[in-house]
């Protein structure tokens, strides 16, 4: 059972802002979730700047600003080599953007692809990025878990799975495989381009054709010579 530290480093969210959310991550990964992708039940404990959660614990870490250009949140490994779930609260507010939809997009994602290298092979070929929040992440089409919103998620059927569940989404937003609502965004493998992004309607400028340093598609096409592990060095 993964065991998850919710840790605030962030100024711009209060200790007791995070830990009201972990109710909502609680349900959504273990009721939600688990309905529909086979991922282990999990545990969330909330840990406030400076004090070091256990060795062996995936990590949510709230910060105040992204440490990668147009990034809102992201997730990637510790210096354990588990995974983290970075979530930049200054960067995700002056976007008007949601944190608990920003947490709990990379929260599923990490849940469902813990180690950034997740993809699914459609009926032509074409394998697509195991990112399930992606394709469906504008806040809109979120929904609420005892008064917090939580992110969509997409189900195996959006990467047209035969024998997985009829909804595409788990809200019910999409309607058919492989497609991208406004505000969200794919990323496909091309043999002779690599990972390139598909986008839905009026997508947010953050989300840009050209991969940038520390995005999703560039750290999933880096080899892995180039990989680096995030590094926190508590006092």
Same mark, same amino acid.
């Given at each position: 059972?993964? #065991?998850?530290?919710?840790?605030?480093?962030? +100024?711009?969210?209060?200790?007791?802002?995070? #830990?009201?959310?972990?109710?909502?991550?609680? #349900?959504?990964?273990?009721?939600?979730?688990?309905?529909? %992708?086979?991922?282990?039940?999990?545990?969330?404990?909330?840990?406030?700047?400076?004090?070091? =959660?256990?060795?062996? +614990? %995936? %990590?949510?870490?709230?910060?105040?600003?992204?440490?990668?250009?147009?990034?809102? !949140?992201?997730?990637?490994?510790?210096?354990?080599?588990?995974?983290?779930?970075?979530?930049?609260?200054? +960067?995700? #507010?002056?976007? @008007?953007?949601?944190?608990?939809?920003?947490? +709990?997009?990379?929260?599923?994602?990490?849940?469902?692809?813990?180690?950034?290298?997740?993809?699914?092979?459609?009926?032509?070929?074409?394998?697509?990025?195991?990112?399930?929040?992606?394709?469906?992440?504008?806040?809109?089409?979120?929904?609420?878990?005892?008064?917090?919103?939580?992110?969509?998620?997409?189900? =195996?059927?959006?990467? !047209?799975?035969?024998?997985?569940?009829?909804?595409?989404?788990?809200?019910?937003?999409?309607?058919?495989?492989?497609?991208?609502?406004?505000?969200?965004?794919?990323?496909?493998?091309?043999?002779?381009?690599?990972?390139?992004?598909?986008?839905?309607? @009026?997508?947010?400028?953050?989300?840009?054709?050209?991969?940038?340093?520390?995005?999703?598609?560039?750290?999933?096409?880096?080899? @892995?010579?180039?990989?680096?592990?995030?590094?926190?060095?508590?006092?």
């Amino acid at each position: 059972m993964p #065991q998850i530290a919710v840790i605030n480093e962030s +100024t711009a969210i209060a200790n007791a802002a995070v #830990q009201a959310m972990l109710p909502a991550f609680t #349900q959504q990964w273990n009721s939600d979730l688990r309905s529909i %992708w086979p991922v282990e039940a999990a545990s969330f404990a909330f840990f406030p700047s400076g004090q070091a =959660p256990p060795s062996g +614990t %995936w %990590w949510v870490v709230f910060l105040d600003n992204s440490d990668q250009a147009n990034a809102l !949140a992201y997730h990637d490994l510790t210096n354990e080599g588990l995974p983290i779930s970075k979530v930049f609260a200054k +960067t995700i #507010q002056a976007d @008007s953007a949601s944190l608990s939809v920003g947490a +709990t997009h990379e929260i599923c994602e990490m849940a469902v692809d813990p180690w950034l290298n997740g993809a699914y092979q459609d009926p032509s070929g074409t394998f697509w990025a195991g990112e399930i929040c992606d394709p469906v992440e504008d806040d809109s089409y979120g929904y609420t878990i005892a008064g917090m919103l939580v992110t969509d998620f997409v189900t =195996p059927s959006w990467f !047209a799975h035969a024998d997985s569940p009829a909804e595409v989404d788990f809200k019910g937003h999409a309607t058919k495989a492989f497609q991208v609502l406004t505000g969200g965004y794919a990323q496909k493998f091309d043999p002779k381009k690599g990972w390139v992004q598909v986008t839905g309607a @009026s997508a947010k400028k953050s989300k840009r054709a050209k991969p940038q340093p520390g995005s999703r598609r560039e750290r999933r096409a880096r080899l @892995s010579c180039n990989w680096k592990r995030s590094e926190r060095k508590w006092p």
